[in-house]
């Protein structure tokens, strides 16, 4: 697991924890695509595609990963 990912893990769970984190907008569209939960999009990217878009082909292969081989490391909602 790379810098990137752990940090995106980390912001998933700050998200889900506290419904806010002080991450990049990169960090939190990946964080609501691993929750699953689009209502945690930052609010002005209103379509889901165009979210998965800005992540690029690098970022959303750590989506993709961190969902198949870490999703024990994500904390559920309180």
């Not at 960090?27 to 609010?43: T, Y």
């Not at 889901?48 to 690098?58: F, H, I, K, M, P």
Request: aromatic share 10%.
């Amino acid at each position: 697991m790379n810098e990137e990912m752990k940090r995106i893990i980390e912001v998933t769970n700050e998200l889900s924890q506290y419904d806010s984190t002080a991450g990049c907008t990169s960090e939190v569209i990946a964080a609501a695509f691993i929750l699953n939960d689009m209502d945690k999009l930052p609010g002005y990217y209103t379509d889901v595609t165009d979210a998965w878009e800005r992540l690029g082909s690098e970022w959303q292969g750590y989506v993709k990963q961190i969902k198949q081989d870490y999703c024990h490391l994500v904390q559920s909602a309180r």
